[in-house]
């Protein structure tokens, strides 16, 4: 069976499926270039999607592409094929984040050092949940999973201490104190939330009122409101976790490359945890001020730089939210 063969049905249901992966603010990053002759996936950052408040260096932006990428390869994987993935592959374009190759079938025997298959049926199913989580603790045995999950990909996953989230609670606290007085944040903010009926119906990215969670009556769990001080028609609120169960994902430097590593095992420890039952949720506010993402790293850690703060447990899963249609993202050369 050739790729050419795959062209008109397999191509852009691969990357329907890359294109499930998470954003920031959902606002869906990326584009995707199918070179028919080479057989070869071409994955590219939208830099108009970009956010200069919030992201100012492109490594939110960099952590999407490289989930959808992560989706990417899986999918790939489930369809039967064996792949190369090359990180920027062409300095003189820094748009083109990676390259991934055909190589063939994928082998079928026991022993294959690598088999993203099995991560396929999350992919459809992993949504961020921003409603509380129970005080179920997660079992050591699961977040040993989860860290070897993202050391695979080049990455470290660690579950804090007490006194660690502690301190990164009140990081979170901080930034978000932050944001409420920073008109320039605020403006770019609501130009990813769609509010009310018709602008729902309409989105094909950002955060719908749907998404936003409940109002939190207390609780300490990291979940960022959306809706600020605004009013959304029919809100619930409720109480959250007190103690939240939260990892920090890192790697040892801080350059694309190494975003592109941290953003494919976030989506790596994602997939896991939803095929492990967790809902999940992304924490980010410290992590855009430069001066209180330095802070959030444990000093005890060989891990440098922190890349992105996971929320897990056990509660509902969230919905799922609006997705560009793929002939916006995908061309077939």
């Known amino acids: 069976m050739s790729v050419s063969a795959l062209e008109t049905a397999a191509v852009p249901a691969l990357v329907e499926d890359a294109a499930a992966a998470p954003s920031m603010h959902n606002a869906q990053p990326w584009r995707f270039r199918f070179l028919r002759a080479d057989d070869v996936f071409q994955v590219y950052a939208d830099l108009e999607r970009a956010m200069p408040q919030a992201d100012p260096t492109t490594r939110c932006l960099h952590l999407g592409c490289a989930a959808a990428l992560f989706n990417l390869r899986t999918a790939m994987a489930h369809a039967g094929w064996a792949t190369d993935t090359e990180l920027l592959p062409d300095p003189a374009d820094p748009r083109l984040l990676a390259v991934v190759r055909l190589t063939g079938p994928a082998p079928t025997e026991r022993g294959v050092v690598e088999d993203l298959a099995p991560l396929y049926p999350a992919i459809r199913r992993r949504h961020t949940s921003r409603r509380p989580f129970t005080d179920e603790v997660i079992p050591h045995a699961v977040k040993d999973a989860l860290s070897a999950a993202a050391l695979l990909e080049g990455a470290r996953l660690v579950f804090p201490d007490p006194w660690h989230i502690h301190t990164l609670l009140d990081l979170v606290r901080d930034a978000e104190g932050r944001d409420a007085t920073d008109a320039a944040a605020s403006e770019e903010l609501r ?41 959304v028609p029919g809100r619930e609120a409720a109480a959250f976790e007190n103690v939240p169960q939260l990892a ?7 350059g694309p490359r190494d975003w592109l590593l941290a953003g494919q095992a976030m989506e790596r420890v994602l997939l896991e945890a939803t095929l492990d039952g967790l809902a999940t949720s992304l924490t980010s506010q410290a992590l855009e001020w430069p001066e209180l993402r330095w802070t959030l790293r444990d000093p005890q850690s060989a891990m440098g730089f922190v890349q992105m703060v996971l929320r897990l447990g056990y509660g509902p899963a969230g919905p799922g939210t609006p997705r560009r249609p793929v002939d916006e993202i995908l061309e077939i050369a």
Request: glycine share 14%.
């Open 248 to 254: 920090v994902l890192g790697t040892t430097s801080d």
């Open 191 to 231: 130009r990813w939330i769609r509010v009310g009926q018709d602008a729902v119906r309409a989105a094909s990215d950002g955060v719908p009122d749907y998404a936003f969670g409940p109002r939190k009556l207390y609780g300490s769990a990291p979940v960022r409101d959306f809706a600020g001080r605004g009013a």
